[in-house]
T-cell receptor, first 114, second 109 residues
Framework: DAMVIQNPRYQVTQFGKPVTLSCSQT?????MYWYQQKSSQAPKLLFH???????NEADTPDNFQSRRPNTSFCFLDIRSPGLGDAAMYLC?????????????FGPGTRLLVL | RKEVEQDPGPFNVPEGATVAFNCTYS??????FFWYRQDCRKEPKLLMS???SGNEDGRFTAQLNRASQYISLLIRDSKLSDSATYLC??????????FGAGTRLTVKP
């Protein structure tokens, strides 16, 4: 059974057209993360939620926003996608975000910007 | 300097070979270490945690050297199904997981 679900798996958008990526989890984990991964690069953490507490990485552009309306769902909003935002976007969860915990990843959404 | 650095690869090895990957990290306060596996166009999946004393899981052995800030992964008797990218992951603090760019492995018949 899928534990971290991302929709859609592939998303095509136009330059500057807002887009929302979705993540849901059945693990009842407190922490949800969003990563951006470009080809042959490491996943880069954009931000995370501990419950309703939002934590932004210092170098995450303002163009990227997130919402977590409840424990199960978390959204990534890209307000004005640029060509450089084309990437795989990975959602992950962990129970409490403690150092020794692993993170469980969803299958990712591959974003293409035209 | 990147916070987590790995052998760039690619490693191309025959079936049955033993292959080793290295990883160094820059933050000496890091406490937890992992190896993840990522197949092409798929999500990362946990392969194994890395403990101070070293640990083994079947054909896979992970070692940690805190003094040198160095982590390794050894794969014995390589299988075709081991072909993937192996990501070294360092947890600096709570909710602060840093990934290496990965080492690509191709196991050939």
């Amino acid at each position: 059974d899928a534990m971290v679900i991302q929709n859609p798996r592939y998303q095509v958008t136009q330059f500057g057209k807002p887009v929302t990526l979705s993540c849901s989890q059945t693990l009842n984990h407190n922490v949800m993360y969003w990563y951006q991964q470009k080809s042959s690069q490491a996943p880069k953490l954009l931000f995370h939620y501990y419950d309703k507490d939002f934590n932004n990485e210092a170098d995450t552009p303002d163009n990227f926003q997130s919402r977590r309306p409840n424990t199960s769902f978390c959204f990534l909003d890209i307000r004005s996608p640029g060509l450089g935002d084309a990437a795989m976007y990975l959602c992950a969860t962990s129970r409490d975000g403690m150092q020794q915990e692993t993170q469980y990843f969803g299958p990712g959404t591959r974003l293409l910007v035209l | 300097r990147k916070e987590v650095e790995q052998d760039p690869g690619p490693f191309n090895v025959p079936e049955g070979a033993t292959v080793a990957f290295n990883c160094t990290y820059s933050n000496s306060a890091s406490q937890s270490f992992f190896w993840y596996r990522q197949d092409c166009r798929k999500e990362p999946k946990l392969l194994m945690s890395v403990y101070s004393s070293g640990n083994e899981d079947g054909r896979f052995t992970a070692q940690l050297n805190r003094a040198s800030q160095y982590i390794s992964l050894l794969i014995r008797d390589s299988k075709l199904s081991d072909s993937a990218t192996y990501l070294c992951v360092v947890n600096r603090n709570n909710n602060d997981m840093r990934f290496g760019a990965g080492t690509r492995l191709t196991v050939k018949p």
